[in-house]
């Protein structure tokens, strides 16, 4: 079933209009070569206005006369090409209905292909689904028809190992953050960035150290010399308790550290009335 034009014949193109278009541009030229150069003044410019009207005028009867054969041209056109849109109706109409057929169908094929893999990730390797839940991981990719289960599984698989091994080097590393090390990896699946977080807490604990260490060694003399500075602010010294995880000491050494807050080690003789 194809579409087929009887007329105009596919070798049969319309005449080319004929009108007096050399006739009428030649006398246009000479016509307005007159007003080339011309200059209006006060007095004349009524006559400029005069001019103008005559030239709207005519580009106007052009205009109208062009509106009007193109009209004339396209009236067959016009027909074919509403009676070529509602046999397109017709057929997206049809095409439509078994168009939602189709999705509803791949939807379905979807969602128990998907299935599948979950299944087999939570039943192959329920210890790592445990830490690492499937929707972190799942590959819009794995549901295309020519995915194939096989090659999935592969690559399930093969990550599981993979996140195996980076915990087992996480631990080995005998850093006191392991758990903040760890945590990092679980959020990015990336043991590059783990080791990097890895390496900035011990940094920040290291700086803590030094920190305390040049307090406690500093002369007495030199520390009301700066709480003399009257343009200094005020500050206020308490001593206090803490109870923390490690991880929440580091934390609070790095914050310390990171504000400027000076501190140090509570006298012995002054601990039993903290």
Known sequence: MQLEVYSPAADSRPAPIQWNYEQLKSGLQDALATYEGRVYTEETIGAAKKDRAGLNKLVKAIEDKRRELKTWCLEPYQQFEQQTG????????????????????????????????????DTHHSDIS????????????????????????????????????DLALIEKNGTPYVTQVRDKYLQTLSVGTALTEKVRLEEADRRMK???????NAAPSQQPEALEDKSAPEVIEMDFRVWATPEQLAILKECLITNHIKYGRVPAAQKGSV
Request: glycine fraction near 2%; avoid cysteine.
């Open 86 to 121: 509602e046999l397109v109706a017709m057929v997206k109409k049809q095409s439509s209905a078994i168009d939602e057929q189709v999705k509803t169908f791949e939807n379905k094929r979807a969602e128990e292909k998907l299935d599948k893999i979950r299944a087999y990730y």
């Open 130 to 165: 445990l830490i690492v839940p499937y929707d972190r991981i799942h590959n819009p990719r794995w549901l295309n028809v020519t995915y194939d289960l096989k090659k999935i599984f592969g690559e399930l698989d093969e990550l599981s190992d993979r996140v195996h091994k």
């Open 210 to 216: 030094q920190f305390e260490e040049v307090q406690k």
